[in-house]
């Protein structure tokens, strides 16, 4: 006796049908979503990447050095002040984010011993926080791209040069971010020497009155040759006297003058060799006129 097994008719048992096949995986990464290990990998393959200056790094730089003062829990009362190594290392971490080719070294310079050194920095600016944030203007330098380090003259390095006045940080902050002016375009005052700065750097604006910040420091700025009332009395200088004063004045306007086209006429009539006659003319009513 022979077993249908439904194959004459079409029917198949459920266990005859095989499986539908499952579908493949087509979804793709959007390319806007990377590995968090992408975000990492230097832009230039030849060499690590070498982040810009922003204001954020320089404030994560000045967090430190204000938390490192708040742990010694003393003010600094000398040029040099002990720091712990760890916090010597997390500034080191620090400062190697910026390079030496982009125009600044915001690093605090360290001694054998582990004490802060001398030269000035832009993290060291922390160190007058009582008063770094008290002025306007200041907040805005802050916020600004050094340029250069704040270098101090030979004879001003060995003291101690008070950077807890608000005016002294300005000053620091104006010679770390402002214009160089070398040679003859710098003032009077640093081409004498004066001043705790090697260089004369002014910011070119109205801040400060145009002053550098060599004259700026100890409230000092009215002395710059630079500075916007001195480069006023220079144009223009004061006469002696009041009787100079009226000439200059007479002077000017005879200048501003145009010459006439014309000759005034002379006064009185020509006479052509007759005999002059008199003028009638009145005194006390009585006529006066020759009879």
Same mark, same amino acid.
Request: charge should be negative; charged fraction near 25%.
């Given at each position: 006796?022979?077993?249908?097994?439904?194959?004459?008719?079409?029917?198949?048992?459920?266990?005859?049908?095989?499986?539908?096949?499952?579908?493949?995986?087509?979804?793709?990464?959007?390319?806007?979503?990377?590995?968090?290990?992408?975000?990492?990998?230097?832009?230039?393959?030849? =060499?690590?990447?070498?982040?810009?200056?922003?204001?954020?790094?320089?404030?994560?730089?000045?967090?430190?050095?204000?938390?490192?003062?708040?742990?010694?829990?003393?003010?600094?009362?000398?040029?040099?002040?002990?720091?712990?190594?760890?916090?010597?290392?997390?500034?080191?971490?620090?400062?190697?984010?910026?390079?030496?080719?982009?125009?600044?070294?915001?690093?605090?310079? *360290?001694?054998?011993?582990?004490?802060?050194?001398?030269? *000035?920095?832009?993290?060291?600016?922390?160190?007058?926080?009582?008063?770094?944030?008290?002025?306007?203007?200041?907040?805005?330098?802050?916020?600004?791209?050094?340029?250069?380090?704040?270098?101090?003259?030979?004879?001003?390095?060995?003291?101690?040069?008070?950077?807890?006045?608000?005016?002294?940080?300005?000053?620091?902050?104006?010679?770390?971010?402002?214009?160089?002016?070398? =040679?003859?375009?710098?003032?009077?005052?640093?081409?004498?020497?004066?001043?705790?700065?090697?260089?004369?750097?002014?910011?070119?604006?109205? *801040?400060?009155?145009?002053?550098?910040?060599?004259?700026? *420091?100890?409230?000092?700025?009215?002395?710059?040759?630079?500075?916007?009332?001195?480069?006023?009395?220079?144009?223009?200088?004061?006469?002696?006297?009041?009787?100079?004063?009226?000439?200059?004045?007479?002077?000017?306007?005879?200048?501003?003058?145009?010459?006439?086209?014309?000759?005034?006429?002379?006064? =009185?009539?020509?006479?052509?060799?007759?005999?002059?006659?008199?003028?009638?003319?009145?005194?006390?009513?009585?006529?006066?006129?020759?009879?």
């Amino acid at each position: 006796m022979e077993q249908n097994d439904g194959s004459a008719d079409g029917w198949q048992s459920p266990d005859d049908i095989p499986p539908p096949p499952l579908p493949q995986a087509t979804e793709t990464v959007p390319a806007e979503v990377a590995s968090p290990q992408q975000d990492l990998l230097p832009s230039n393959p030849t =060499g690590p990447a070498r982040p810009s200056i922003t204001a954020e790094v320089l404030r994560e730089a000045q967090a430190i050095v204000d938390r490192a003062q708040r742990a010694r829990g003393t003010n600094r009362t000398a040029s040099h002040t002990k720091i712990s190594p760890s916090i010597k290392a997390e500034l080191d971490a620090q400062a190697t984010l910026i390079t030496d080719d982009e125009g600044t070294m915001v690093k605090d310079e *360290f001694e054998d011993d582990g004490s802060v050194g001398e030269s *000035f920095s832009f993290p060291e600016l922390e160190d007058a926080a009582r008063g770094i944030h008290k002025t306007h203007a200041l907040a805005n330098l802050l916020t600004m791209t050094p340029k250069r380090t704040a270098n101090l003259r030979y004879n001003r390095r060995k003291g101690y040069i008070n950077i807890t006045r608000a005016v002294n940080v300005e000053a620091i902050a104006i010679q770390m971010t402002g214009n160089l002016h070398m =040679g003859k375009n710098a003032c009077d005052s640093c081409k004498k020497g004066h001043g705790p700065f090697e260089e004369c750097v002014s910011l070119g604006s109205n *801040f400060a009155s145009r002053a550098c910040g060599g004259c700026h *420091f100890s409230s000092e700025g009215t002395r710059c040759s630079m500075h916007k009332t001195q480069s006023a009395t220079l144009t223009k200088a004061p006469t002696k006297d009041k009787q100079s004063r009226k000439r200059h004045v007479q002077e000017d306007q005879s200048e501003e003058d145009e010459p006439p086209i014309w000759k005034p006429a002379k006064k =009185g009539k020509k006479s052509y060799g007759g005999p002059a006659t008199e003028q009638p003319s009145t005194r006390d009513g009585e006529s006066c006129t020759p009879m």
